[in-house]
């Protein structure tokens, strides 16, 4: 398995934008389907954007569609997270995941990814 380093995170105004950057490590990048999750203080860990081994799928949910966009670089083993317009309420830590389980497909359900990052604090102030 590939071991993920997330970066990019910080402090943010209300309506900014931020781009995290997760750095694969160890085997084949493009053998695995990413996703990206997040969570806040006493919440679960929630979809935020996948995308399939070689980017012709992506899902998002529905809270931030529109206004973050999932994308990957298989040559540099790297996975991107572009956050535009953000919003207090997407205030979290923010999580990078790779399965194996099938790279053709997107994966929305934080069981379904085989390894995780260390996650990176996103915080947007109002």
């Known amino acids: 398995q590939a071991q993920l380093v997330e970066s990019g995170g910080g402090l943010v105004q209300a309506g900014g934008s931020l781009r995290l950057s997760c750095a694969g490590s160890g085997r084949t990048f493009n053998a695995y389907s990413m996703g990206w999750f997040r969570q806040a203080p006493g919440k679960e860990r929630e979809f935020v954007a996948a995308?399939?081994?070689?980017?012709?799928?992506?899902d998002y949910a529905n809270s931030v569609k529109g206004r973050f966009t999932i994308s990957r670089d298989n040559a540099k083993n790297t996975a991107s997270l572009q956050m535009n317009s953000l919003k207090p309420e997407d205030t979290a830590v923010y999580y990078c995941a790779g399965t194996s389980r099938g790279r053709a497909a997107t994966w929305v359900r934080p069981t379904d990814y085989d390894f995780w990052g260390q996650g990176t604090q996103v915080t947007v102030s109002s």
């Open positions: 995308i399939s081994w070689n980017g012709a799928l992506t």
